[in-house]
């Protein structure tokens, strides 16, 4: 997964979206494999199928990582992304 970081001055939401507690909106491009792509797809329709509004990858992603920063992660052993999911997943 790679990420690259540009801060949007005045960056607009689309509608439907709220502002996050008054911070500074940033764009991260993420690139992602087709299956997490999907699983965010698939994780978006079940939330509109039993009656939510229809969210965004964005907003998906926003939320996963607000649930991730509640929790503490011991990083301890972490050498890679696959040893990382590990560490989160045992976080949860």
Request: glycine letters at 8%.
């Amino acid at each position: 997964m790679g990420l690259t970081t540009q801060l949007r001055r005045g960056a607009r939401l689309r509608p439907g979206e709220q502002p996050l507690d008054d911070q500074a909106i940033e764009r991260v491009q993420v690139l992602l494999t087709r299956g997490q792509v999907d699983w965010l797809d698939d994780l978006a329709r079940q939330v509109r199928h039993v009656g939510g509004k229809r969210l965004r990858r964005t907003q998906v992603l926003r939320a996963l990582l607000t649930a991730m920063q509640q929790r503490t992660v011991q990083v301890e052993g972490v050498v890679d992304e696959e040893s990382l999911a590990e560490a989160l997943t045992a976080s949860m």
